[in-house]
């Protein structure tokens, strides 16, 4: 049975320096193809990748704003970088679902910005707990530190 591996094996092996001709010819021939022209094509592509990403996302906010208020919710409970939730042991109990329905019961899409508010700041990220007001009323609120 033939195996086309196998057969090119054998025939670099056995045509080498007819290869090496080649290859030296080619990049003569090619120089945006060596090395540091992969590399540059290779930047290019996950540039473009990382645009093409940020495009989508901006996207899926327009027509969802309420996910970047989910988002946002997450990102300050679960990872350390914010340090003040992870100390105060802030967690979150709200789905996607459940920041749509406080969207919609507290007309954010009316709002000029609007910010997710804990009535109680002290308490954790759940559905009684929470709604949406302009974020200058938000900011204007003062929380009195207790650590």
């Known amino acids: ?3 086309k591996i196998e057969y090119m094996k054998k025939w670099r092996r ?13 990049r003569k021939q090619h120089p945006e193809m060596v090395r540091e022209g992969k590399r540059k094509k290779y930047k290019r592509h996950i540039e473009y990748y990382r645009e093409y990403q940020r495009n989508w996302i901006e996207k899926k906010y327009e027509k969802e704003p309420w996910l970047r208020t989910y988002h946002s919710i997450k990102g300050r409970c679960e990872y350390r ?6 100390k105060r042991k802030i967690k979150t109990f709200l789905t996607i679902d459940d920041v749509k329905f406080l969207w919609f ?6 709002m000029k910005n609007p910010s997710i508010d804990r009535i109680n700041p002290y308490e954790n990220y759940f559905l009684e707990n929470c709604r949406f007001i302009e974020l200058r009323t938000n900011q204007k609120r003062k929380r009195v530190r207790k650590y």
Not at 14 to 26: G, I, R
């Open 1 to 3: 049975m033939f195996n």
């Open 81 to 86: 970088i914010w340090t003040s939730y992870y």
């Open 105 to 110: 019961r507290d007309k954010a899409y009316k």
């Open 14 to 26: 056995e045509n080498k320096n007819e290869l090496n001709v080649y290859n030296k010819e080619y």
